[in-house]
Nanobody, 121 residues
Framework: QVQLVESGGGLAQAGGSLRLSCAAS????????MAWFRQAPGKEREFVAA???????YYADSVKGRFTISRNNAENTVYLQMNSLKPEDTAVYYC???????????????WGQGTQVTVSS
């Protein structure tokens, strides 16, 4: 059973940057597709980015060109580098693990507790 713990959230100004980390334990992340989702106040959880076992990445249109997902299998950690932040990026960000490259939250098996990202204007 894999356990995921997010960290790195906080307060940033518009145009600034943050890097989120997702530390895994129990299983190696090399066995999973890893993804980031976010949930803003009053909205449903939405897909942000995913990375396959082989390193192929996929991004939501809203973050493409600004965010970068990466994985360090030796550290058993997934990262989300967030640049050019916008107030609309404000949300709780969740790390997830699953068997397939897809954008539906229901298809991911394991979730972290979330980390708050707040972007001020």
């Amino acid at each position: 059973q894999v356990q995921l713990v997010e960290s790195g959230g906080g307060l940033a100004q518009a145009g600034g940057s943050l890097r989120l980390s997702c530390a895994a334990s129990g299983r190696t992340i090399g066995n999973y597709v890893m993804a980031w989702f976010r949930q803003a106040p009053g909205k449903e959880r939405e897909f942000v980015a995913a990375i396959s076992r082989s390193g192929v990445t996929y991004y939501a249109d809203s973050v493409k060109g600004r965010f970068t997902i990466s994985r360090n299998n030796a550290e058993n950690t997934v990262y989300l580098q967030m640049n050019s932040l916008k107030p609309e990026d404000t949300a709780v960000y969740y790390c997830a693990a699953g068997p397939f490259m897809q954008t539906m939250a229901n298809d991911y098996d394991t979730w972290g507790q979330g980390t708050q990202v707040t972007v001020s204007s």
